[in-house]
Antibody
Framework: EVQLVESGGGLVQPGGSLRLSCAAS????????MHWVRQPPGKGLVWVSR????????KYADSVEGRFTISTDNAKNTLFLQMNSLRAEDTAVYYC?????????????WGQGTLVTVSS | DIVMTQSPDSLAVSLGERATINCKSS????????????LAWYQQKPGQPPKVLIY???TRESGVPDRFSGSGSGTDFTLTISSLQAEDVAVYYC????????FGQGTKLEIK
């Protein structure tokens, strides 16, 4: 069974940093493209970032480019999102998600999400 | 960047009646080399992550009831629930995966 379990969320001050982790099980991370998608409280889904299966290619939404970094540790089957220079508008539930196959594919599995709150 | 716009923002339908949600993309999602539309539909219930219902605009995910159907091509797409059930109350999102990814703003579906 495919499982994605996020961790690392919490309360952080504006300008601070946080590192989210997503532990994958039931499949091999290095065989899939992976995404981070966020959802501000009471609002809709916003795509944040993706990484290809071998970790050589990454892409970011304009709103986080230069501040967030997506990466993987294939030995630990874990996906990460390093978030720096955090702003109030980054407050959201962050979901780790798996692309169904290769590039340009829909998302077929989601974690339960981890809440990030940016506030002083 | 491709912008996805859904209509309406909210919808109230009687049990057993048809529900229709529309999604429009700012550019075509039809890839000519394989004649596929890079469009998916998701359902999200309160306190849960989204769940995929439809991909390639009209292919139903395994296990999804056949009252859910997707149609459309190019820039205009529709999700139809043929006979609304109580468990279908949720927010529905369209997503394009033609160029990286982006989601519509969501449509909240309620019982009338």
């Amino acid at each position: 069974e495919v499982q994605l379990v996020e961790s690392g969320g919490g309360l952080v001050q504006p300008g601070g940093s946080l590192r989210l982790s997503c532990a994958a099980s039931g499949f091999t991370l290095s065989s899939y493209w992976m995404h981070w998608v966020r959802q501000p409280p009471g609002k809709g889904l916003v795509w944040v970032s993706r990484i290809n299966s071998d970790g050589s290619n990454t892409k970011y939404a304009d709103s986080v480019e230069g501040r967030f970094t997506i990466s993987t540790d294939n030995a630990k089957n874990t996906l990460f999102l390093q978030m720096n220079s955090l702003r109030a508008e980054d407050t959201a539930v962050y979901y780790c998600a798996r692309g169904s196959y290769g590039s340009n594919s829909w998302i077929d599995s989601w974690g339960q999400g981890t809440l990030v709150t940016v506030s002083s | 960047d491709i912008v996805m716009t859904q209509s309406p923002d909210s919808l109230a339908v009687s049990l057993g009646e048809r529900a229709t949600i529309n999604c429009k993309s700012s550019q075509s999602l039809l890839y000519s080399s394989n004649n596929k539309n890079y469009l998916a539909w998701y359902q999200q219930k309160p306190g849960q992550p989204p769940k995929v219902l439809i991909y390639w605009a009209s292919t139903r995910e395994s296990g999804v009831p056949d009252r859910f159907s997707g149609s459309g091509s190019g820039t205009d797409f529709t999700l139809t629930i043929s006979s609304l059930q109580a468990e279908d109350v949720a927010v529905y999102y369209c997503q394009q995966y033609y160029s990286t990814s982006s989601f519509g703003q969501g449509t909240k579906l309620e019982i009338k």
